[in-house]
C-alpha cells in the first residue's frame, strides 16, 4: 500500500477553481483502494485536464496522462480501482448534470453575495452549537430537448433549460435573519446582476421556516430554512468524431483516420 497526494493537471499547470483542493488516495496492486473524489468545479471558465500527477511521501511522481473537460458544477471522480500508478490514461467518472449545477450555483451565490462558506448536506454537519449554511437538493429536472446546438472547438454543446429546488438550512442565533438577508441580497441590483452574470435565476418558493431538527442524534437550536426554485441553462459537451482523411489501398483496403473522442 503507498499514499499519494493526487493533482489534477491542465496545460498550463495545476487546475485552478474557488473549491480546489489535492486529494489523498491510498494504491494497492489493483490501484486506488477508495474513491477519490474531487470538490465540485466551480471556476468560470471551463478547465482540460491533461494528465493526473501522484506524489508520495517519499518523492515519487507518476505522472498519468489525462484528456477530459470540466465545467461548472462537474465533480471528478474516480472509482475504487480505476486509477492505476501504471495507468496509460487516467479515465474519471464525471458527474455533472442539472442537480450538481443546481447546488453549486447556489453556493455560489451565498458566498458572493453573502461572504458565507455553505456546506453541501451530504457533508458532515458541524456539532450542535456551531453556524453553518447547509443546502439540500429537493429536486431537479431538464427539458426534454435542447433548445440550441453550438460548437466550442471539437465539442457539440448541446443548452437545456433546467429547473430545480434547494433548502437553504440555516443553525445561528439568527438564523432568520441570516436567510432574509441573504434574500434581499439576491433582489437588490447587486443581486441581480450576479444572477445575470451566472445565467442563475433565483427565486423564493416557500415560506421561512423555524425549527429544531434531529441531525445524526444532535438537536439543533435556533435554525431556520427556506425553499428556493432555481432555473439556469446546463450546457452539455460532447465531443465528436469526424473522418479526416481516407487511403484506398489495393486490394479493396481502405484506411481511415479519425479525429475526436
Known sequence: MEAYLITLMTDNGEISYPDYQREKGTFNATGNAKDILFTPYNGQDAAFVSSVVLESAGGVTIIIPADFRVGFGDVVKFPANTLKTDSALATPVIQRGAPYIAMVGIRLALIQLVGDNPLYAQ??????GDPFTAIHLLSS?????PYAKTWDGDYRVYHYNCAAQVILIRSSDDAQAFLE??????DST???F????????IDRSGDFENSSPLIANLVYQQMAQVTLSLQFVYQHYERERWIDSATVEKGNKVTVVTKGA
Open 123 to 128: 457533508q458532515k454537519l458541524p456539532e450542535s
Open 141 to 145: 429536472g431538464r427539458e426534454p430537448e
Open 181 to 186: 438577508h441573504f434574500m434581499y441580497r439576491a
Open 190 to 192: 447587486e443581486g441581480e
Open 194 to 201: 450576479w444572477q445575470f452574470d451566472n445565467n442563475f435565476i
